[in-house]
């Protein structure tokens, strides 16, 4: 029988809060005295996810620290703490599916790991399960966009921009961001596309830029989130 | 939906009025985007009303209603006033509300209907609900398929000539600056998207009058100052919506121009000069004028520019929508 996530999440957090508090079943949260108790696999399921977010959060920090890091030997190491905490987190959000088939959040946060070492296309089939399972959550729709930036897929992401431009801007105003962020990356290192592509692609993203802000203003908090997500 | 439906046949309904000769669609007609193509609505009794008829689509959005009011915040509070009100009288329904509902609830289509859509009333036939019914029919009046949106939102680079693709930049430059009033989806004023105040509600005084040079628009409608009583606010309204301006003639609250090439020559002047008659006064003296219309130069490329890209917020399949339009069996 499967239980929906939120009632799963309700039932794990109101119930059993010791489990959790301590960091999950590895974290030592049982008590000898406690009797154990058999997990279903949805609780399972979201045991592994929550590790799993632990793991990309770590790594988000390594990857942030990297980013401030001026000495190359330093970067490198951070970048590979960083690169290793994402693999972990895919591990278990890969777990978590197991457990849990329909966790759509779960398919969205491998999508999204797998997007950080750049494992494109399987970021894009996690992204695509996660949709299926769950059409309404806009955020797959941005992560996939990025997805398709990373592997020069522009007219794809450029669908996944008009999408969330009629349903959810914020959204559509933080993959706009990565457009922009996508357009300077590959003019500074145009050797993996025509450089036509690229501009005609620039060309279109201004377009969309200014009919957005004539619609209302672009979303300032846009950049924030988008740079605090890569 | 069924309240819809139920609003539908009573928008086109001529018991609506004292007399029977009108309904809410006499002046909102739907060729017309809901407006009646007057510069001034006639009432049933034939009584001409201060103001012309606005369009009513995309009011869904709107934060506030009629061209000059900040209390009017619901379309309920709206209706209730072609319904009933006196001076001028628009339907003539004061003092008929127990005829109306009598004869609502003889009419079994109407009984049935109105059964289905409020069924948790005890008096399901009631002047309330004809109210909220006629609401909910207006609501449901939502058109998003012009040019204009088809580029939007559907990413169509072929939906605007490129007439009205430079008529559009024109509209959104800081030169003529139409977009500081005409805002947002709806290109107006005071409009709410996804349950958030989008654009704040503000009304303009545009310079079309200056009365003897008093500083003042006619007393038949001094705009927002008849509600509020400040001086200040004399000659405000709001900025109506530009969505499917072409077929809204003749323009601005008094409809006294009747192109839309006229509208832009009194923005480019920065304000309109009545020479002769009751009303004649430099309106672009006035001092009370919105500090946003400062006039500007137009080439006559530019301006029919700029008339292109009006014309593309023209959404033609709502004129002729049939869920709009009045019922195939009440006809």
């Known amino acids: 029988m499967k239980y929906p996530v939120y009632l799963v999440i309700f039932l794990v957090l109101s119930m059993a809060p010791p489990l959790y508090a301590s960091g999950g079943p590895s974290g030592g949260g049982f008590s000898q005295q406690q009797p154990m108790k058999k997990l279903t696999p949805e609780e399972k399921a979201l045991a592994s996810y929550q590790r799993g977010l632990k793991h990309r959060d770590k790594a988000a920090k390594f990857e942030q620290k990297a980013v401030d890091e001026n000495d190359e030997k330093k970067f490198a190491k951070l970048q590979k703490k960083s690169t290793k905490e994402y693999e972990k987190a895919i591990d278990d959000f890969e777990k978590a599916i197991s457990y849990y088939s329909t966790f759509s959040q779960a398919h969205g ?27 309404s959550y806009h955020e797959a729709v941005e992560y996939r966009g990025e997805a398709y930036l990373g592997l020069n897929r522009l007219d794809e992401a450029k669908a996944a921009y008009m999408d969330l431009f009629q349903s959810n801007r914020p959204l559509a105003d933080e993959l706009m961001v990565a457009m922009n962020s996508w357009v300077a990356g590959r003019r500074d ?16 993203v201004d377009e969309r830029s200014r009919l957005a802000s004539y619609l209302h203003p672009l979303d300032d908090s846009a950049q924030v989130r988008w740079a605090a997500s890569n | 939906m069924e309240k819809v439906q139920l609003g539908r046949r009573l928008f086109y309904d001529n018991r609506l009025s004292v007399n029977g000769l009108g309904s809410c669609s006499t002046c909102h007609l739907q060729h017309l985007a809901f407006t009646d193509g007057r510069p001034h609505a006639i009432g049933v009794t034939g009584e001409s009303h201060a103001r012309s008829s606005m369009s009513l689509i995309n009011v869904a959005y709107n934060s506030n209603f ?12 709206q209706i209730a006033i072609p319904l009933f009100n006196e001076q001028p009288v628009e339907l003539g329904m004061a003092g ?3 005829v109306l509902v009598a004869d609502l609830q003889a009419d079994s289509t109407y009984a049935r209907l109105f059964q289905s859509a409020f069924p948790q009333s005890d008096d399901h036939v009631s002047i309330d609900n004809v109210i909220k019914a006629l609401a909910s029919f207006v609501r449901s009046i939502i058109a998003a398929d012009s040019a204009f949106d088809r580029l ?7 939906a605007l000539s490129e007439s009205a693709l430079r008529g559009m930049r024109l509209f959104f430059s800081e030169k003529l600056n139409c977009s500081a009033c005409h805002q947002g989806q709806n290109f107006a004023g005071g409009q709410y998207v996804q349950g958030k105040l989008q654009e704040p509600t503000e009304f303009h005084n545009t310079g079309l009058y200056n009365v003897g040079g008093h500083n003042r628009y006619p007393e038949a409608d001094p705009g927002l100052r008849s509600e509020s009583r400040q001086s200040d606010d004399d000659g405000r309204f709001r900025a109506p919506s530009l969505r499917n301006i072409a077929v809204t003639a003749p ?12 509208v832009i020559d009194h923005y480019a002047a920065g304000g309109r000069s009545v020479d002769n008659g009751q009303n004649a006064g ?3 003296a006035n001092s009370r004028k919105s500090e946003l219309l400062t006039g500007f130069e137009l080439s006559s490329v530019e301006k029919n520019d700029l008339l292109s890209f009006l014309n593309s917020l023209t959404d033609h399949s709502a004129l002729e929508e049939q869920r709009f339009s009045k019922p195939e069996d009440d006809r």
């Open chain 2, 282 to 284: 430099i309106g672009s």
């Open chain 2, 96 to 98: 008929r509300e127990t």
């Open chain 2, 152 to 158: 939007l939102y559907l990413d169509d680079q072929s």
């Open chain 2, 251 to 262: 323009y601005m609250h008094d409809g006294s121009i009747s192109t839309l090439s006229g």
């Open chain 1, 189 to 204: 290192d145009a050797s993996t596309l025509d450089v036509e592509i690229v501009e005609q692609f620039a060309k279109w």
């Open chain 2, 66 to 77: 009629t061209w000059a009011s900040r209390r009017l915040q619901t379309l309920e509070q």
């Open chain 1, 109 to 135: 946060s491998l999508g999204y790991a797998l997007r950080k070492v750049n494992r494109y296309d399987e970021s894009l089939a996690a992204y695509n399960e996660s949709l299926r399972i769950n059409p």
